[in-house]
């Protein structure tokens, strides 16, 4: 079998370089092992500012004009929705949070998503003394549905392998690769923190930051937008909703633990006062990286192997602005951007 590329992962980063294919009428297979969580498991949120210190997320705004469309083709591709815009109401917890979103609502990154008026609104079920910050222009892709449907679609056509891709099997020749009988001019690494087990691309510094999330069925609430105060809120329709997320810096594993159930639970509690019940909880590791910049580009060595990786906590806004740069780096010799280039970690010595 001949193909132009093969992919291996099928996360947010496959799914984005997989339709920069699609696009350009490549050829291509995709390894995909389950291995890793973190596209499945997401709250896929897209939010253009930090509700912590209310600061702009680093190129939200561009990333934002390129994925909105990117899944609204993906939408009509597919006869599905999975964009759904979505209100953010951030609890305020004092006069000063207060003063400071009333600051920050006149900065240039962020007077187009944060609305100045401070909203006293009641939410049955929900305590904020201090009121709400609301956001526009916020939403969620519904990213479970959105892998599960690409997915469904490349094992139509006999695209997908699902299996974990060997690299002891991967043949390095100079024009081309070839792994089990496949042929191909190129080979792009997609693996999330699965990349840790990637002999060309171990060494770079992608940490990775455990999450985990409850599901709750709440059947007195009815709030139709995400409500973010310690932990968020996120209504995933019928009384069901996601309450995340969990950071975790040391634990790399794909187990959902008591003591991630127990803190959201307790933060939870502190604001939210209807009764509930817990129906799930799942957990990833994000692949998120020293610099916080995405981990993209052409091996200093083997020029036939590259990655798409570091998307950190942001997957959603940043994986088809960065699909699209690797694409027209190894096909149209576009140098890349020195901030998101593996080169500022990998030399050729
Ligand atoms: C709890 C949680 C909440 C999150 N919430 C949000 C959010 O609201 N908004 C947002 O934008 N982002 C969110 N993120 C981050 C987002 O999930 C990531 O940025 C994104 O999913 C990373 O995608 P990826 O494709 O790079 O990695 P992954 O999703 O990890 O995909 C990599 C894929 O490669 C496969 N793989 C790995 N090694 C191999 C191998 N050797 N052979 C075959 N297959 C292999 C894995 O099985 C996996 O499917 C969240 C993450 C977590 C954990």
Avoid at 139 to 161: A, H, T, W
Avoid at 185 to 213: D, M, Y
């Amino acid at each position: 079998m001949e193909v132009d590329y093969i992919i291996v992962g099928f996360g947010l980063a496959g799914l984005a370089f997989a339709r920069q294919l699609e696009k350009h009428n490549k050829s291509y297979v995709v390894f995909e092992d389950a291995s890793q969580t973190s596209s499945g498991v997401a709250g896929g949120m897209y939010n253009p500012v930090i509700l912590k210190r209310f600061t702009p997320v680093w190129e939200a705004t561009k990333q934002l004009e390129t994925a909105i469309p990117f899944y609204k083709k993906l939408e009509l591709q597919f006869n599905e929705k999975y964009d759904y815009p979505l209100k953010i109401s951030r609890i305020l917890h004092s006069v000063e949070e207060q003063n400071n979103w009333f600051a920050a609502c006149d900065k240039p990154n962020l007077s187009q998503y944060m609305i100045p008026k401070i909203s006293f609104e009641e939410i049955k079920g929900i305590k904020a003394d201090f009121g709400f910050g609301n956001l526009r222009h916020t939403g969620r892709i519904d990213i479970k549905k959105m892998l599960s449907s690409y997915r469904s679609f490349l094992k139509e056509k006999k695209q997908l392998s699902e299996e974990k891709f060997e690299y002891k099997n991967l043949e390095l020749n100079k024009s081309h690769i070839t792994y089990k009988g496949i042929t191909a001019r190129k080979i792009i690494f997609c693996e999330g923190f699965g990349v840790k087990q990637n002999p060309f691309f171990k060494e770079l510094p992608l940490n990775g930051t455990k999450g985990e999330l409850i599901t709750i069925y709440a059947p007195q609430t009815d709030i139709s937008y995400l409500v973010k105060s310690s932990v968020f809120i996120l209504p995933l329709g019928n009384h069901y909703y996601k309450v995340g997320a969990t950071f975790h810096w040391t634990d790399k594993s794909n187990t959902p633990t008591e003591e991630a159930k127990k803190h959201l639970v307790d933060k939870l509690n502190t604001f939210f006062i209807d009764p509930y019940e817990i129906v799930e909880q799942s957990a990833g590791i994000r692949p998120t990286v020293k610099d916080r910049r995405p981990l993209v580009g052409i091996h200093p060595k083997y020029n036939n192997i590259a990655i798409l990786n570091g998307l950190g906590t942001r997957g959603i806004m940043i994986a088809p602005t960065v699909a699209k740069e690797l694409y027209q780096h190894i096909e149209n010799k576009i140098p890349l951007r020195k901030e998101i280039c593996i080169s500022r970690y990998l030399s050729k010595n």
